[in-house]
């Protein structure tokens, strides 16, 4: 058995990316992800890594666009407002087909909301993140453990596909302390013929860049980028199912939302009521199978978010509105309580599935 360590979801996460290969680090402290900058502050200098805190978001998101065109490992990290401010450089990664690795450890919001946990960037960062035509892969830890499992991933994710992996954690992941192992078979980086490393003369010259000026060319660009993101699709697609056997109500939920969720699900079973889960792991590609087979035989679906409802939209997309989807929701820092999921699935449950 791997050894465990107690560490904070951020510092998990931060070590699971040095574990990996990453020696770059470029950020900017924003509540509730200082931690991760903290932790590399530390870390980098000791292992010969670069650790450069910013002017601002958005000098970070370019300093990472810079190192990952050299075919290099690079993260960065913020929290809402800040991955805000480094919408425009996520494009031109997008337009440059260049891999790297976002934090987002989501605040309150819209503005500067507050600095309790949130589920709300869901349609900033699965509807692209940006301007122009493209996805990130989004992935969402519902543990400590996967704040550092999910790290690597994304890293490896990010290279095989050349494109940003984005880990979407609400701050509950990122504050909270857990058992860790962080034991892991990391895997080489992948050739990357494109990186612009210097040519000594024996090759062509390696232009990255996201400008196209000619509108024929720009489209190929546009579709070959998408045959890409559609092997993603096709291959990356990660869930976990909770008692789905035999649901007749389905919650839907992803972080803390999940874990509060499970909670709430156990209790409905010992009351007699059939309630299963459906985790996404990955929030883009957004898990549309499982969601499509449960529709088949589940009575209603129940979406538990931190959020006004963005996730449901999915949710409703993968169902073809089959049957009803409803929300169960705190927002601006609270969090759904595992009596209110509770509560939510006995009237689910009381009303048959009814609307």
């Known amino acids: 058995m791997s050894e465990k360590v107690l560490m904070k979801g951020n510092e998990a996460l931060a070590e699971a990316a040095i574990i990996a290969g990453c020696r770059h680090y470029f950020g900017y402290p924003i509540t509730p992800q200082t931690e991760v900058a903290a932790y590399m502050a530390k870390r980098m200098p000791k292992i010969g890594g670069t650790f450069l805190q910013a002017e601002s978001e958005i000098a970070a998101i370019n300093m990472v666009y810079g190192v990952s065109s050299t075919g290099h490992r690079v993260m960065t990290s913020s929290s809402s407002p800040g991955i805000s401010l480094k919408g ?48 990130m892969i989004v992935l969402a830890p519902a543990s400590v453990q996967e704040m550092a499992d999910l790290t690597v991933k994304g890293f490896e994710l990010a290279d095989k596909y050349r494109m940003t992996s984005m880990i979407l954690a609400d701050g509950t992941m990122g504050q909270m302390m857990e058992p860790v192992s962080l ?8 050739e ?7 040519t000594k003369m024996q090759r062509e010259h390696n232009i990255v860049n996201s400008l196209s000026l000619v509108p024929e060319e720009l489209e190929k660009f546009n579709i070959e ?12 697609v990660m869930y976990e199912e909770y008692m789905m056997d035999d649901a007749e109500i389905c919650i839907a939920a992803f972080g803390i939302a999940a874990r509060v969720s499970k909670n709430a699900i156990t209790e409905a079973r ?9 985790r996404p792991i990955t929030l883009w590609p957004f898990p549309k199978t499982p969601f499509k087979k449960a529709a088949q035989s589940v009575k209603q679906f129940i979406s ?12 409703r997309l993968a169902t073809e509105c089959r049957v009803p989807v409803t929300l169960c929701n705190r927002v601006g820092g609270m969090i759904p309580s595992p009596e209110m999921v509770l509560e939510a699935i006995k009237e689910a449950a009381k009303n048959g599935g009814a609307r």
């Open 304 to 315: 538990v978010e931190l959020s006004m409802g963005q996730m449901i939209e999915d949710v």
């Open 270 to 278: 010992r009351q007699g009521i059939k309630a299963g889960m459906i």
């Open 88 to 135: 425009e450089g996520l494009s031109y990664l997008a337009g440059s087909d260049l891999p790297a690795l976002v934090i987002n450890v989501q605040r309150g919001g819209p503005g500067l909301g507050g600095i309790q946990p949130s589920q709300a960037d869901y349609f900033q960062a699965t509807k692209g993140g940006a301007h122009g035509d493209f996805h």
């Open 192 to 198: 990357k013929p494109w990186a612009t490393t210097g």
């Open 225 to 236: 980028r998408y045959k890409r993101y559609d092997e993603v699709e096709k291959n990356e």
């Open 183 to 190: 034991e892991y078979d990391i895997k080489p980086a992948p």
